[in-house]
């Protein structure tokens, strides 16, 4: 069993800043990926950042320049950055890791619980 749970989200004026954290516990054999996606209201889920083990990432072109994603040594904890917020970057925020839980089973991905950013004055 993996666990993956995020925190850090929370209301926040435009212009400002926040980092959200990502961490996975549990059986984890391997770590291939990882990501943030967001989900406004009435929108669908969308790519915000991706890393993969080796460490090349991907940005979702409206959070270029702004987001930062991340790691620990341990790749087991993730971190997003967000600085200069737009009250687009309104949504509810999900991490995601693609592990093999154990040695010869196949990669699978898991989620978190999701974290709420509001970007408002």
């Known amino acids: 069993q993996v666990l993956v749970v995020e925190s850090g989200g929370g209301l926040v004026q435009p212009g400002g800043s926040l980092r959200l954290s990502c961490a996975a516990s549990?059986?984890?054999?391997?770590?291939?990926?990882m990501g943030w996606y967001r989900q406004a209201p009435g929108k669908q889920r969308e790519l915000v950042a991706t890393?993969?083990?080796?460490?090349?990432?991907k940005y979702a072109d409206s959070v270029v320049g702004r987001f930062t994603i991340s790691t620990d040594n341990t790749m087991n904890t993730m971190y997003l950055q967000m600085n200069s917020l737009e009250p687009e970057d309104t949504a509810v925020y999900y991490c995601?890791?693609?592990?093999?839980?154990?040695?010869?089973?196949?990669?699978?991905?898991?989620w978190g619980q999701g974290t709420q950013v509001t970007v408002s004055s």
């Open positions: 549990g059986s984890i054999f391997e770590i291939y990926g």
């Open positions: 890393m993969t083990a080796g460490g090349y990432t």
């Open positions: 995601i890791y693609s592990v093999a839980p154990r040695r010869g089973v196949h990669r699978e991905d898991y």
